[in-house]
């Protein structure tokens, strides 16, 4: 190797090392692009009728907004006083959990009935912790400020973005060969395509689930079924784990009725969950983006053990821009190139 080959090697090894370390920063700034290019399409739909492109911005993010108040507005505040609720009734809730473990303990054989002894002495460990986690639920909100800031600084960059697109496109580019930046700009455009596709279909999704699990909540009675409905929606975001996480507070709050609503609720959710995991999802995805199962799932396991929470959150639309960089540039253009 040359001295310029050894030059430009260590600063890849230098920008990768100063990229791993401001790897946050990156995600927010990732976030705000795969928001540019979701309130860009809505941009286009209404320039279409003849609406500037700044008016069109002003009405995309207007609404974009209007929905996240909708949220705060109709799903936080009766999910807290629903909460406060269910702290009251948790020791009650417990002493049912125990009257029915003594009930089936005459009915199971004497050595389960010795694995199930210390069931009293976890259900008094959940309720110390149940306690002490909805005690410090003040800091948990004083800690939020950060989030808070990080939103801001994520729509500030989205507005700049959509604003003006192009300088930020071509900045990009210049960053690869010459030789090489017409073939990076198609790139770019099948990365666009690709992660619009994707909003189109998780947006579809999260809207049949929402109605789909809000119906069957108001069906069997449960408390706030209409939040419950717009939180698994939203859950949809984070396929495999949100689904998963957006059933507990609806059973939760079906349990303050009885178990058997509880249970009901639990087989209501896994029904619609696989019927969108095995026939909305791939039919919908297939046509917009190619996703493998197995893939999205690994995605998320990576992407969370790197970046956390935010890598999480941001798995599918990471997966999707790379795999159209790994189909273009590795395959199309080093494997495949004879």
Same mark, same amino acid.
């Given at each position: 190797?040359g001295?310029?080959?050894?030059?430009?090697?260590?600063?890849?090894?230098?920008c990768?090392?100063i990229?791993?370390?401001?790897?946050?920063?990156l995600?927010?700034? $990732?976030t705000?692009?795969?928001?540019?290019?979701?309130?860009?399409?809505?941009v286009?739909?209404f320039?279409?009728?003849? *609406?500037?492109?700044?008016i069109?911005i002003?009405?995309?993010v207007?609404?974009?907004?209007?929905l996240?108040?909708? $949220?705060?507005i109709v799903? *936080?505040?009766p999910f807290?006083?629903?909460?406060q609720?269910?702290?009251?009734?948790?020791?009650?809730?417990?002493?049912r959990?125990?009257?029915?473990?003594?009930?089936?303990?005459?009915?199971?054989?004497?050595?389960?009935?010795? !694995?199930?002894?210390?069931?009293?002495?976890l259900?008094q460990?959940l309720?110390?912790?149940?306690?002490?986690?909805f005690?410090? $639920?003040?800091?948990?909100?004083?800690?939020? @400020?950060?989030?808070?800031?990080?939103c801001?600084?994520?729509l500030v960059?989205?507005?700049?973005?959509?604003?003006?697109?192009?300088p930020?496109?071509?900045?990009? @580019?210049?960053l690869?060969?010459?030789?090489?930046?017409?073939?990076?700009?198609?790139?770019?455009?099948?990365?666009?395509?690709?992660?619009?596709?994707?909003?189109?279909?998780i947006?579809?999704?999260m809207a049949?689930?929402?109605v789909?699990?809000?119906?069957?909540?108001? @069906?069997l009675?449960?408390?706030l079924?209409?939040?419950?409905?717009?939180?698994?929606?939203?859950?949809?975001?984070?396929?495999?784990?949100g689904?998963?996480?957006?059933?507990i507070?609806?059973?939760?709050?079906?349990?303050? !009725?009885?178990?058997?609503?509880a249970?009901?609720?639990?087989?209501?959710? @896994?029904?619609?969950?696989q019927?969108?995991?095995?026939?909305?999802?791939?039919?919908?995805?297939?046509?917009?983006?190619?996703l493998l199962p197995?893939v999205?799932?690994?995605?998320?396991l990576? $992407?969370a053990?790197?970046?956390?929470f935010?890598?999480l959150?941001?798995a599918?639309?990471?997966?999707?821009?790379?795999?159209?960089?790994?189909k273009e540039?590795?395959?199309? !253009?080093?494997l495949n190139?004879?």
């Amino acid at each position: 190797m040359g001295l310029g080959q050894w030059i430009g090697l260590v600063v890849f090894v230098v920008c990768l090392y100063i990229s791993w370390q401001i790897r946050q920063v990156l995600l927010l700034i $990732f976030t705000a692009v795969v928001l540019a290019i979701a309130l860009n399409r809505l941009v286009r739909l209404f320039q279409r009728f003849r *609406i500037g492109r700044s008016i069109a911005i002003f009405l995309s993010v207007g609404l974009l907004l209007l929905l996240l108040a909708g $949220f705060f507005i109709v799903v *936080i505040p009766p999910f807290l006083e629903q909460l406060q609720e269910l702290v009251k009734l948790t020791p009650e809730g417990l002493e049912r959990l125990r009257s029915w473990t003594s009930w089936l303990q005459n009915l199971i054989p004497e050595q389960v009935v010795q !694995d199930l002894r210390n069931l009293s002495g976890l259900t008094q460990q959940l309720q110390s912790l149940l306690s002490s986690l909805f005690g410090n $639920f003040l800091t948990l909100f004083s800690n939020s @400020i950060g989030i808070i800031l990080n939103c801001v600084v994520v729509l500030v960059l989205t507005i700049m973005l959509l604003a003006n697109p192009a300088p930020y496109r071509r900045s990009f @580019i210049l960053l690869f060969p010459s030789s090489y930046r017409h073939r990076v700009e198609e790139i770019l455009q099948q990365c666009e395509v690709g992660l619009g596709g994707w909003v189109t279909g998780i947006l579809f999704n999260m809207a049949i689930i929402a109605v789909l699990n809000g119906t069957a909540l108001l @069906i069997l009675q449960v408390p706030l079924a209409l939040a419950n409905g717009v939180l698994s929606g939203i859950s949809t975001f984070v396929p495999n784990v949100g689904p998963f996480l957006s059933t507990i507070p609806a059973v939760l709050l079906a349990l303050l !009725d009885s178990p058997g609503k509880a249970v009901a609720v639990l087989v209501a959710y @896994i029904i619609i969950q696989q019927v969108e995991s095995n026939v909305l999802t791939p039919l919908i995805m297939k046509r917009q983006v190619s996703l493998l199962p197995a893939v999205t799932l690994a995605s998320q396991l990576i $992407f969370a053990s790197f970046f956390g929470f935010l890598g999480l959150f941001l798995a599918l639309p990471l997966l999707v821009i790379t795999q159209v960089w790994i189909k273009e540039l590795l395959v199309k !253009d080093v494997l495949n190139k004879r």
